[in-house]
DNA sequence: AACAGTCCCAACCGCGAATGA
DNA sequence: CTCATTCGCGGTTGGGACTGT
């Protein structure tokens, strides 16, 4: 077993720290809260940070009257209390993006929604997991089969291309496209491949529209469930072909 | 109305890497 | 170099909301 000296010295004091903190917990009868944020913690939460900043999330939250792990603290505000938050329906472009990122990058959630502003890797986690999966499972395949991914380069990503085209004008595109980037006058087309749409819409590996108003009536918003699509039959035929 | 099954998402956990003393 | 601490990621789960019978 090849193990480098780092990587030793971080699990014996991995192992070293926990039994320390368990026999600390036990000893002392801390009450670490765990479970649902109450309105009073985010509070506490929203007001130290607008005061002093995030980051060291331990002494974070003692300094911040919280009886909560660092880590709860850093996962609140990344993930739900922070300003920038997008919340709502996930709509077809963004779809569109995790679908094409997905397929390139695989489970990099917290890459992904680097290409998604206001959206967190957790939220991204979860619609795959909810929504993709449960069709994988419909169609009784692995959510990782080359058939499954087909089935989602070749027929979920042209339609969806489709339904953003139809329901947006040209105006709507990126606000990141450029001459140099041409592909995208054609790309809002019927005819464009789904490579194209998806360099256009996020610029390929740089994230292109961060600068998108999570807020404003942009390409961003008018979100529509997927599964309106294309029927389940439809789907099925298309994979017994 | 009552119950069962399913869906969805917030939150937790374990782990490896990075950083600082 | 070692040790302690913190950060961030991906996987998993508990339970409330929703839907069907």
Not at 168 to 176: A, L
Request: proline share 3%; aromatic share 10%; with cysteine.
């Amino acid at each position: 077993m090849n193990i480098s000296r780092t990587e030793f010295a971080n699990c014996k004091t991995l192992i070293k720290h926990k039994e320390e903190v368990e026999d600390v917990e036990k000893k002392m009868e801390i009450e670490i809260r765990r479970g649902p944020w109450t309105v009073e913690e985010d509070m506490k939460l929203i007001s130290y940070i607008s005061l002093h900043g995030e980051g060291r999330w331990n002494s974070l939250s003692r300094s911040a009257g919280l009886n909560r792990t660092g880590k709860s603290c850093r996962l609140r505000w990344l993930n739900y209390l922070r300003p920038d938050i997008r919340r709502g329906d996930i709509s077809l472009q963004e779809q569109f993006i995790i679908l094409e990122l997905h397929s390139r990058w695989g489970n990099r959630w917290s890459k992904i929604a680097q290409h998604l502003p206001g959206r967190t890797d957790n939220e991204i986690k979860n619609y795959w997991r909810t929504r993709v999966q449960k069709h994988a499972k419909l169609l009784k395949c692995d959510v990782n089969s080359k058939q499954f991914k087909d089935t989602i380069k070749h027929l979920w990503m042209p339609r969806l291309i489709e339904r953003i085209a139809s329901t947006q004008n040209v105006e709507f595109i990126p606000n990141h496209y450029s001459p140099e980037n041409s592909s995208v006058a054609t790309a809002t087309s019927s005819t464009s491949s789904s490579e194209s749409m998806a360099s256009s819409f996020y610029g390929g590996d740089q994230v292109a529209y961060g600068t998108s108003d999570p807020n404003s009536g942009n390409w961003f918003n008018g979100g529509d469930a997927f599964e309106t699509l294309w029927s389940f039959d439809e789907l099925n035929k298309w994979l017994l072909q």
